[in-house]
């Protein structure tokens, strides 16, 4: 019966994940700069990232626990992306508000293009972990 819950609960998390980061990334993003002026967009985004980094931490180190004893291998998956999220958080968002401030293109360049990369891996690892649990 536990594992069940636990099972089932984190195949939940995992989706919620899934579907949380891909709205945002590709919903909610491309909303705020279709409709907004530019500046109003980036502002409004440079306010949104800090809380779907810890959205990503929370709701994948919630998975990450529940299926910890059922599956170690989706757990260190979802692990992995808690951490990256960590590290987005803490040192790549700040990195890239830093060379917006400074009008650096080139590395604003380079480190929005990784953060991009580092959210598809995301994505695509949580929905690995899900058609994985899924099964």
Not at 104 to 112: D, G, T, V
């Amino acid at each position: 019966m536990l594992n069940d819950c636990l099972h089932w609960g984190s195949l939940l998390m995992v989706a919620l994940l899934f579907g949380g980061m891909l709205l945002f990334s590709a919903g909610f993003a491309a909303f705020l700069f279709r409709y907004l002026p530019p500046e109003d967009a980036r502002a409004l985004i440079r306010k949104a990232f800090p809380l779907f980094y810890v959205f990503v931490m929370y709701s994948s180190g919630l998975a990450m626990v529940m299926s910890w004893w059922l599956d170690p291998l989706s757990a260190a998956a979802l692990a992995f992306v808690m951490l990256t999220a960590l590290a987005a958080r803490q040192v790549l968002m700040p990195a890239i508000n830093r060379a917006t401030d400074s009008a650096n293109r080139k590395s604003f360049l380079w480190l929005h293009g990784f953060s991009v990369m580092v959210t598809l891996g995301h994505i695509v690892l949580s929905a690995l972990v899900l058609v994985h649990l899924a099964q």
